[in-house]
Structure formats: structure tokens, C-alpha cells
């Protein structure tokens, strides 16, 4: 079992450019979630979907920043343009049931800096 | 406002010592209480808890939930090296999941 997959795993660039992370979740896993994770705000989240549709984007901070599952085995979460305050730990979970937290089964993040 | 208040902080302690984690929260339509373990990586699962007084257990790990005062403890006995991580309590409300800052433990050898 591969678990969840995250690409790039660090990112460094430079403020205005855009940004995508890419997530794989885990087979058969219906429900996708996407995390910020900083010093000051903790681990926040910021989009989850269920079956591909976006349920509750209600965390993510701005219009810079877009979500997308064309399918069922991936996702992105773009940030365009980036600021050096995006500059986090975004983490990926996925579950097999529809969002029960205790079943989220996380990747291991992307750093992302943006300078 | 945090929704969501954990402390200490921060904790160091020694090998074999006793520890006690602390997880406030101000929410509506409360559906659970959820801690989980981050060392470098990725936060992973511990523990689920829905309702008042009833104890989870797992290995030198308990839990246990008031919903009346509105926290939950999460306590560590005979403490291991292992052990140190950030501990992250988090409480689902409605259909939304909202993390505290977390208390990070150091144990000393």
C-alpha cells in the first residue's frame, strides 16, 4: 500500500509565480482532503471533496488559490499568483468513507517557500 | 477567536515520567473530538472520542472526553524517547474539522 502520494515534496519560488502540488489518494479512498499546516495558524483545512465534488471550500484563503479533482486518483491545489505568506506545509489526506476525520490517512506534505 | 485551545504549549519531560495533554473547545453542533500524533511527518491517528466519560485506551495512551466542561485529556504513562512529537487535538462540528496548535512533547532520555 503506497498511501497518499504528494509531488513535489518541497517547492521553493518566487512571489508571483504559480504554484500546483499534486496529490494521489489512496485506492479506493472516495473522500480527499487538503491541509495548510503553519507555525502561527496550525493545521488548517482548506478544501475536502467526496466522490471528485468539492463539499466545503470554505477554508481556502483566497481567490489565489483553486482546487481541482478531475478524477478519482487526483488532485491539485494551485496557488496563483503565490505570496510569501502561502509559505506552509500543505498536506493531502484521503479516506474511504465520506469525511469521517478519524479515518483521514495523510501524505507527507509539500514545503512550499515562497520568497 | 481559536475554537480550539491546547496546552501547554510545549513539554519536556524525562523517560518514564507521566504526561497529561490538555483540549479545550468552543463549538456548536459537536460531532467528536479527534487526537492525533505528528512527529516529522504527516499527522497520524490516535484516537476518536464522541462521548463523555468513556475512556480510550491504547497501549501507555488514554483519552477521555467531557462534554459538559468541553475538553478532553489525552495522558501518557512510562513515557518513551519515542514519544516526543506534537500532539494535535482537533473537533469536528457540523461538517467542518478544526485543529488546535498542538503541545509539543519532548522526552528526555
Known amino acids: 500500500d503506497a498511501g497518499v502520494i504528494q509531488s513535489p515534496r518541497h517547492e521553493v519560488t518566487e512571489m508571483g509565480q504559480e504554484v500546483t502540488l499534486r496529490c494521489k489518494p489512496i485506492s479506493g479512498h472516495n473522500s480527499l482532503f487538503w491541509y495548510r499546516q503553519t507555525m502561527m495558524r496550525g493545521l488548517e483545512l482548506l478544501i475536502y471533496f467526496n466522490n471528485n465534488v468539492p463539499i466545503d471550500d470554505s477554508g481556502m484563503p483566497e481567490d489565489r488559490f483553486s482546487a481541482k479533482m478531475p478524477n478519482a486518483s487526483f488532485s491539485t491545489l494551485k496557488i496563483q499568483p503565490s505570496e510569501p505568506r502561502d509559505s506552509a506545509v500543505y498536506f493531502c489526506?484521503?479516506?474511504?468513507?465520506?469525511?469521517?476525520?478519524?479515518?483521514?490517512?495523510f501524505g507527507p506534505g509539500t514545503r512550499l517557500t515562497v520568497l | 477567536e481559536d475554537k480550539v485551545v491546547q496546552s501547554p504549549l510545549s513539554l519536556v519531560v524525562h523517560e518514564g515520567d507521566t504526561v497529561t495533554l490538555n483540549c479545550s473547545y468552543e463549538v456548536t453542533n459537536f460531532r467528536s473530538l479527534l487526537w492525533y500524533k505528528q512527529e516529522k511527518k504527516a499527522p497520524t491517528f490516535l484516537f476518536m472520542l464522541t462521548s463523555s466519560g468513556i475512556e480510550k485506551k491504547s497501549g501507555r495512551l488514554s483519552s477521555i472526553l467531557d462534554k459538559k466542561e468541553l475538553f478532553s485529556i489525552l495522558n501518557i504513562t512510562a513515557t518513551q524517547t519515542g514519544d516526543s512529537a506534537v500532539y494535535l487535538c482537533?473537533?469536528?462540528?457540523?461538517?467542518?474539522?478544526?485543529f488546535g496548535k498542538g503541545t509539543r512533547l519532548h522526552i528526555l532520555p
Open positions: 489526506a484521503s479516506s474511504p468513507s465520506s469525511g469521517r476525520p478519524n479515518e483521514q490517512f
Open positions: 482537533a473537533v469536528e462540528w457540523g461538517d467542518k474539522i478544526i
